[in-house]
């Protein structure tokens, strides 16, 4: 059976199938259908003809772990034309900022562009051979991990090309239901920091690609999964994890990105895949006693000294309920109380750590003393508004 297709041409929800679709609880034995298993199943029909782009990197895979790009190449009905990589490359292997050059695919003969490299938007001309363009990345979640800017900046190029773009869905490995954090000012929009979202959003890619679509109106086609609802983190999806880019090997290193590495320029850091946070001046036991008090639910936080660095390891213990992002703003929070770091500040140009909160306020909240529940009080309006916005964007119950 068909699941819905969600079209946009240029921004509205078109349903191709008239037919709707039970989604029932699902156990991790029963994996939920891709994007890209729901399309090479049932609509390549799409693209019959027509001349495919491929934006997509290791983490683009099927169910069984076959590359989207060698079951692009090998299908009969599509017609690859040219592969695009974000940042880290289409092997992702290339550290964080690290330059990634283009190149012709050995195998396969066709250009593979890189969206990192001398610029990070497919050019025309690397456009000029290809009818559609596709996006299968896997994301985590986070609103300044790249892929979805890399997404947003492939949208705009194709809408201004009038080429169609056909997004892959995969699930958001936290889960849809924690949204989290200030939501980010225009003034702080960047390649960290694509739209006014919060930092956890709690959507998918195919999600949004809808939302951004608001502003672009590219000819936007979602490809939805079957079975996804939701309330499923990535450990209900019954599915491998594939290594998304060098420092997120695995599911933990995804659930401790957002609290433990906030911390760009203040000289708060993380270790051992985002599952330790910490700093120079922090009393180890001092930081674990005040996170710990705080109650932050699914985590205990075991102090761990590292050399000249004090600090905490996290030990998630509830997976549902553990918030990444509010518990990284409370721990930066609480690492600013002990040592009163420099706050990173910008000079006409915004910091790194501005661009990642999507705003300057935090420093100005923890120079005026607030503590972690009263900062939360300070962004729940926005935050309150962006879920009611989001509300028409999100695809699954």
């Known amino acids: 059976m068909k699941r819905r297709l969600y079209q946009i041409v240029p921004c509205i929800v078109i349903s191709l199938l008239a037919i709707s679709i039970l989604i029932s609880p699902l156990s991790a034995a029963v994996p939920i259908r891709l994007g890209i298993d729901v399309f090479l199943n049932h609509y390549t029909d799409l693209v019959e003809g ?3 782009g491929l934006i997509t990197n290791q983490s683009g895979v099927n ?6 790009s060698d079951l692009f190449f090998q299908h009969p009905s599509i017609r690859l034309a040219a592969l695009f990589g974000p940042e880290h490359g289409i092997d992702g292997k290339a550290l964080a900022g690290e330059y990634v050059s283009s190149f012709v695919h050995p195998e396969f003969g066709i250009p593979v562009y890189s969206l990192y490299g001398p610029t990070r938007k497919p050019t025309q001309e690397m456009l000029e051979n290809i009818d559609v363009l596709f996006f299968d990345v896997q994301d985590i979640g ?25 997004v892959l869905d995969r699930p958001n490995p936290l889960g849809g239901v924690i ?9 702080f929009k960047s390649f960290v920091g694509i739209d006014t979202l919060p930092g956890a959003h709690g959507m998918t890619v195919g999600e ?21 609802t939701r309330d499923m983190i990535y450990h209900d999806t019954g599915l491998p994890w594939t290594q998304t880019s060098p420092m997120i090997p695995d599911i933990e290193a ?11 320029g203040t000289g708060i850091i993380q270790k051992d895949y985002f599952r330790w946070i910490g700093g120079k001046g922090i009393d ?41 992002l509010r518990s990284g703003l409370y721990a930066l929070t609480y690492a600013y109380q002990i040592t009163g770091f420099p706050i990173p500040r910008g000079s006409g140009e915004p910091s790194m750590f501005e661009k990642i909160m999507g705003t300057d306020r935090m420093g100005y909240w923890w120079e005026k003393g607030l503590i972690p529940q009263e900062i939360e009080k300070e962004y729940a309006q926005e935050l309150a508004d962006f879920r009611e916005k989001r509300k028409q964007y999100l695809l699954y119950p």
């Open 254 to 264: 995804v659930f401790g990105y957002m609290a433990t590495g906030l911390g760009q």
């Open 179 to 187: 949204v989290e954090g200030p939501v980010l000012e225009e003034r």
């Open 50 to 52: 027509l001349r495919v």
């Open 284 to 324: 180890t036991f001092h930081f674990a006693e005040l996170l710990n008090n705080a109650e932050l639910e699914g985590v205990v936080f075991i102090p761990d000294r590292r050399e000249e660095y004090g600090g905490v390891r996290l030990h998630i213990t509830d997976y549902r309920t553990f918030n990444p």
């Open 208 to 228: 949004l690609a809808l939302f951004f679509n608001r502003s672009i109106n590219a000819h936007l086609t979602v490809i939805p999964m079957d079975g996804y």
């Open 63 to 68: 169910a069984n772990g076959q590359k989207t």
């Open 142 to 166: 986070s609103r300044w991990y790249t892929y979805i800017s890399t997404l947003n900046y492939a949208m705009q190029a194709a809408a201004q090309a009038g080429k169609k773009v056909i």
